[in-house]
């Protein structure tokens, strides 16, 4: 039993929303993706978590990892892994996260806002898809330590409603990801390859059919820093530029199949006593670069307690900002940017 390890997480939450309403009129809350944040203001479990992993040796090992939430029991990961003793080479096949960046596969129980940048959601939905990678890690120097990773997916994701487990292309998106610990600071590269298959979709001009290219190229940072009688603090930074398909419902300035994103996030968190950190992020996305002011930024700030190694109590505040030619985020019928700050209160506990 002792190769047997079972861990998880619990993220129990309330999530108040200034655009919640009471009573909504028959079919509007569920009809209308722009009163999905109506019914939102309550109590729920956002991640529960549970990972058993069975580590045959140091160099083979098998993990299956689920999830229990509002939206019912998944599988989030089931993978094997293997290392092939003398390169260090190290072979992982199944279902986890794609290695693409430094916020797509950080933890939820460790992360400091209690969901992704909007960047993040969006084009890594799921954070997971299912592939096969290969990494291995050097030492620089004896002193730094650098870790190579590729992987070819089917690029499609977990979270894919339509074809599920299913692969509509077949070519794979491949992924490489560089990243390096100089000690205080971290830094990585991250490239994403692949094709978009798209059914079909309202976009204008309408869509047949197709298949377009789905790229992307990020830069992460990570620096650790310590302030006289304050202690540890630690400042984040992700960019994000890709091609993505023109699936979106509203008119676009050019008959490009492929829309420019651009995405961003800023995380400063600074601890204010031992058990007390300060958090705030700035989390930017634009989705098409040809459009003007159709951008998404969110401003957050709040507090974490940690209560003791296991648990901790998050209260942050956010202020999304659409811009007026925004997909989301307008009051209906105008370009006003629609009031709809969140305040969540969180407790996260590990085992």
């Not at 129990?12 to 944040?37: C, F, K, Q, V």
């Not at 460790?110 to 992704?116: I, L, V």
């Not at 690029?155 to 390096?180: H, L, M, Q, W, Y």
Request: contains cysteine; neutral net charge; aromatic residues 12%.
């Amino acid at each position: 039993m002792k190769k047997f390890k079972v861990s998880g997480y619990v993220q129990a939450r309330y999530e108040y929303h200034d655009d919640a309403i009471s009573n909504p009129a028959l079919g509007t809350a569920s009809t209308d993706s722009r009163n999905m944040g109506k019914l939102l203001n309550r109590f729920y479990i956002r991640r529960g978590r549970l990972k058993v992993t069975f580590q045959a040796n140091k160099n083979a090992s098998g993990v299956v990892y689920f999830d229990g939430s509002a939206s019912g029991v998944s599988l989030k990961e089931a993978f094997v892994a293997l290392t092939e003793p003398r390169s260090e080479v190290r072979f992982t096949l199944g279902q986890f996260n794609w290695p693409f960046g430094y916020e797509v596969s950080f933890s939820s129980s460790k992360r400091e806002f209690p969901e992704r940048a909007r960047w993040s959601r969006t084009l890594f939905p799921g954070e997971r898809d299912r592939g096969v990678k290969v990494e291995r890690a050097f030492k620089i120097e004896d002193r730094y330590d650098l870790n190579l990773t590729a992987g070819v997916f089917n690029g499609n994701g977990i979270e894919d409603r339509v074809f599920g487990a299913t692969d509509p292309n077949k070519s794979k998106d491949f992924i490489a990801r560089a990243a390096c610990d100089f000690g205080a600071l971290d830094v990585g590269v991250s490239g994403y390859w692949g094709e978009q298959f798209n059914p079909s979709d309202s976009a204008v001009p309408v869509q047949t059919p197709s298949s377009t290219d789905k790229i992307r190229y990020g830069a992460d940072a990570q620096f650790a820093f310590d302030v006289p009688r304050l202690g540890g603090g630690a400042l984040k930074a992700e960019f994000v530029v890709g091609q993505e398909p023109k699936n979106q419902s509203k008119a676009f300035l050019s008959s490009d199949t492929t829309r420019d994103v651009t995405g961003l996030d800023v995380v400063l968190a600074q601890n204010l006593h031992p058990n007390l950190q300060f958090i705030s992020r700035i989390d930017y996305y634009d989705p098409d670069r040809d459009i003007k002011s159709d951008e998404f930024v969110a401003y957050g700030l709040g507090l974490v307690y940690f209560w003791d190694n296991h648990s901790k109590v998050k209260l942050v505040y956010e202020i999304p900002k659409s811009g007026k030619n925004a997909r989301s985020g307008l009051e209906p019928g105008t370009t006003k940017d629609l009031k709809d700050n969140i305040l969540t209160m969180e407790w996260v506990y590990t085992f």
